[in-house]
């Protein structure tokens, strides 16, 4: 099936990353919020790393305008009814998604491919919603979705080896490296990374070290890109204690399990990056970490 239109349900912290970096690769994309402010927060975001770009000289402004050219943004899913291949990346909530499957599937075109970000939710139960399972698969992306190489492809029970095929050589054609994984929950990458986050607030919890130094630990003594508790703050806190609930009832084991640390912040309103405060507050030029019992 050749892709031409690319449909995105969300504009927020992965939806944002998923649409440009498919309008990047050459796609005409349709990209929905739920209302005008958060849309246009999410079209800012994109055209904020469009002018970053242009800035470093790593793309002209002709074609950062064309990438944006190819971007449409709207609150009505009305405007999906030709897409070739729509993704959500609403929010890691089950009935929402449902929800909205069920809305999406009377409105696409019936040949179209239906594909879920979820971090961790069964993509099995999201396809039994419509009435095209055989062409649903999970498509997971990994923040910030244009930097970041990977994409997992996820075979559901019912998902056609021809949508697996779609899935693939979209993943490719937006230069990701792709690896198909099975629909169990955390698929591969977040079933490692999701205990291994939550061990490091743990941690925390016990003393092993402040914030800081939790996170410098990491860094220099594992060669990992950032620390645990601020990678915990960019995929937002939210996002993972959700995750961790979802990982939880499925595994039953208390590696899994949200430590009250994390519940604490969440509760607080404090997400991470996204809300200007997790581990770390986000408001001045540099991240300082913050005491998250305060
Ligand atoms: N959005 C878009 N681009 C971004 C970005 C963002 N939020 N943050 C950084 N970048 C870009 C920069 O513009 C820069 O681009 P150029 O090379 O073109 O100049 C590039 O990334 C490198 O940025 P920096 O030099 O500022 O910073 P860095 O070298 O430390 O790299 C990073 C930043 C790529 C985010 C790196 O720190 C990293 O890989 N961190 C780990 C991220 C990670 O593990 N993500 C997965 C989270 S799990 C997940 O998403 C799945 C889930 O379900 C929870």
Redesign the pocket.
């Known amino acids: 099936m050749e892709l031409e239109k690319v449909g995105v349900a969300g504009c927020g912290l992965m939806g944002h ?1 998923i649409a440009q970096a498919s309008a990047e690769a050459g796609y005409e994309v349709v990209v929905s919020e739920v209302s005008q402010e958060a849309l246009d927060k999410g079209i800012g975001k994109i055209e904020k ?1 469009l002018a ?2 242009v800035e ?1 000289g ?1 793309v002209d402004q002709a074609d950062a305008d064309a990438v944006l050219g190819r971007i449409q943004g709207t609150l009505d899913t009305g405007d999906f009814a030709d897409c070739d291949l729509v993704i959500e990346a609403v929010t890691e909530d089950l009935p929402t998604k449902l929800e909205l499957w069920k809305e999406l599937d009377g409105i696409v075109k019936e040949d179209a491919c239906f594909a879920t970000n979820t ?1 961790s939710l069964p993509v099995a139960e999201q396809a039994a919603a419509t009435g095209r399972p055989g062409r649903f698969l999970g498509l ?1 992306f ?3 979705v ?3 190489p990977l994409l997992e492809v996820i075979e559901a029970d019912d998902t056609e080896t021809g949508t697996m095929e779609v899935g693939v050589g979209f993943g490719e054609s937006l230069g990701k490296t792709v690896v198909e994984t099975k629909d169990k929950p955390g698929f591969i ?2 079933r490692l ?1 999701v205990p291994y986050l939550l061990d490091g607030i743990r941690g925390y919890e016990e003393g092993i070290g402040s914030v800081e130094e939790i996170d410098i630990a990491m860094k220099a003594g594992a060669g990992h ?2 620390g645990p508790l601020t ?1 915990c703050d ?2 937002g806190l939210d ?2 204690a959700s ?1 961790a609930g979802v990982m939880y009832e499925a595994f039953g084991e208390s590696r899994f399990e949200a430590p009250a640390t994390l519940q604490k912040l969440v509760a607080d309103g404090h997400y991470g990056v996204k809300s200007g405060r997790g581990f770390y507050d986000y408001s001045g030029d540099a991240p300082v970490a913050v005491d998250p019992g305060s």
């Open positions: 990353g790393q970053k770009g470093k790593k971090s997971h990994f923040n910030p244009q930097r970041m990458v977040n990374l890109p950032m990678l960019v995929v996002t993972l995750i």
